[in-house]
Nanobody, 115 residues
Framework: QVQLVESGGGLVQPGGSLRLSCAASGISFSIYAMGWYRQAPGKQRDLVAAITGSGGTNYAASVEGRFTISRDNARNTVSLQMNSLQPEDTAVYCC?????????WGQGTQVTVSS
């Protein structure tokens, strides 16, 4: 059974930082592309950042330079370091594992940026 379990969300003031982590089990982690998506209330779910099994990354334009995705294939984890957070970053952040045609999602973790 595949499980993706996110942690690290919470409430942070504008300009602050958070680090999200996702622990994966039930998959051969290193061969899956991993990603972080977010969904704000009333909006669609959008890709925030993704990383291939070999470490190639891509980011949404809105987070480029502020967020960093990384993975540890030995520990089956993927992380998202979020700096300079702004209120518009408020959303539920979900971890995703993908290897066509398979796609798995975590339950999500809430990130709220507010003063």
């Amino acid at each position: 059974q595949v499980q993706l379990v996110e942690s690290g969300g919470g409430l942070v003031q504008p300009g602050g930082s958070l680090r999200l982590s996702c622990a994966a089990s039930g998959i051969s982690f290193s061969i899956y592309a991993m990603g972080w998506y977010r969904q704000a209330p009333g909006k669609q779910r959008d890709l925030v950042a993704a990383i291939t099994g070999s470490g190639g990354t891509n980011y949404a334009a809105s987070v480029e330079g502020r967020f960093t995705i990384s993975r540890d294939n030995a520990r089956n984890t993927v992380s998202l370091q979020m700096n300079s957070l702004q209120p518009e970053d408020t959303a539920v952040y979900c971890c995703n594992a993908q290897r066509w045609p398979e796609r798995y999602w975590g339950q999500g973790t809430q990130v709220t940026v507010s003063s």
